[in-house]
């Protein structure tokens, strides 16, 4: 079973771009076996699906945040990532990747990643 | 869209009582509908997916049911560490979409 961990910086400022990456183990990235995907959940709510990336030339992305960001992958690394341009306080959340089965409706979920917009 | 309603928000139960969650969607989703489990601080933890398999290592206690739109997740005989939230969510069209939520609190 895939393990799936994010990183990135815990604080971004307004405007600026917030860039998180998802390195998968126990698994190859290319293995056609996942969907790669980002959700998010601010402090005391629920969870909003934010992507998700097959290949380099499939990607989906929520309607809501279409125009902010950006998922990739990078096979060499065995990760992918997300960027989201123009962040506000409204962006601060729990960030989380995940592994979302081709086959079926299960998921794997990394530990998530918390990130502050802030000055 | 495929919006996913739970109800209800709350419940408010004993240890050893059944505990029965609901997920409705606005359009089908044929069976395509997982069940999370989250505790304060934790990642959301798989517990039933394609409406009711169990996600390995779950116990038999929790069982799903249901497909179209009216969804089911019973918790047969509550625990001290089932208290938490639980969300359902779909992957059947895009975007994905998750319920708001159920919290399942100790009376």
């Known amino acids: 079973q895939v393990q799936l961990q994010e990183s990135g910086p815990g604080l971004v400022k307004p405007s600026q771009t917030l860039s998180l990456t998802c390195t998968v183990s126990?698994?190859?990235?290319?293995?056609?076996?996942?969907?790669w995907s980002w959700s998010r959940q601010p402090a005391g709510k629920g969870l909003e699906w934010i992507g998700r990336?097959?290949?380099?030339?499939?990607?989906n992305y929520n309607p809501s945040l279409k125009s902010r960001v950006t998922i990739s992958v990078d096979t060499s690394k065995n990760q992918f990532s997300l960027k989201l341009s123009s962040v506000t306080a409204a962006d601060t959340a729990v960030y989380y990747c995940?592994?979302?089965?081709?086959?079926?409706?299960?998921?794997?979920w990394g530990q998530g990643s918390l990130v502050t917009v802030s000055s | 869209e495929i919006v996913l309603t739970q109800s209800p928000a709350t419940l408010s139960l004993s240890p050893g009582e059944r505990a029965t969650l609901s997920c409705r969607a606005s359009?089908?989703?044929?069976?395509?509908l997982a069940w999370y489990q989250q505790k304060p601080g934790q990642a959301p933890r798989l517990l039933i997916y394609?409406?009711?398999n169990r996600a390995t290592g779950i116990p038999a206690r929790f069982s799903g049911s249901g497909s179209g739109t009216d969804f089911t997740l019973t918790i047969s005989s509550l625990e001290s560490e089932d208290f938490a939230v639980y969300y359902c969510?779909?992957?059947?069209?895009?975007?994905?979409?998750f319920g708001g939520g159920t919290k399942v609190e100790i009376k």
């Open positions: 394609d409406a009711s």
């Open positions: 990336i097959y290949t380099s030339e499939d990607t």
């Open positions: 126990g698994g190859s990235i290319r293995s056609g076996s996942y969907y």
């Open positions: 969510q779909q992957r059947s069209n895009w975007p994905t979409t």
């Open positions: 995940a592994g979302d089965s081709v086959y079926d409706s299960s998921g794997v």
């Open positions: 359009q089908s989703v044929n069976s395509y």
